[in-house]
């Protein structure tokens, strides 16, 4: 299974993208969507993700109020809205998959969990 991530590029600080996930041959519906991305000398982290029922959406704290993931099911895709870009959101931005329910809670809140299917990235620069 190879999910490909689309929609990155250069975008000014406070500007906006929307990057695409789409996996042909994959019912993304029946699967919990991930994006995260990766920053040059940093680890991998979760940036967004949404179960298969859409009854559990996640943001990492630095991008809520500013990203927005959603399904559209007739497209077989999932995008995730970008607005309000910082320099800091410069990362490659990668959306995986999982047929189960790959989050994981601590304290009351969830964060995105390891998931099965995995595409190449696409990258996103801000600049200042």
């Known amino acids: 299974v190879q999910l490909q991530a689309s929609g990155g590029g250069l975008v000014q600080t406070g500007g906006s993208l929307r990057l695409s996930c789409a996996a042909p041959?994959?019912?993304?519906?029946?699967?919990?969507i991930g994006w995260f991305r990766q920053a040059p000398g940093k680890e991998r982290e979760g940036v967004s993700c949404?179960?298969?029922?859409?009854?559990?959406?996640v943001y990492e704290e630095s991008v809520k109020g500013r990203f927005t993931i959603s399904r559209d099911n007739a497209k077989n895709t999932v995008y995730l809205q970008m607005n309000n870009l910082k320099p800091e959101d410069t990362a490659v931005y990668y959306c995986a998959a999982d047929p189960g329910t790959p989050f994981i809670y601590n304290s009351g809140v969830y964060s995105c969990g390891e998931m099965d299917f995995w595409g190449k990235g696409t990258l996103v620069t801000v600049s200042s």
């Open positions: 949404i179960s298969s029922s859409d009854d559990i959406i």
């Open positions: 041959g994959l019912q993304l519906n029946y699967y919990a």
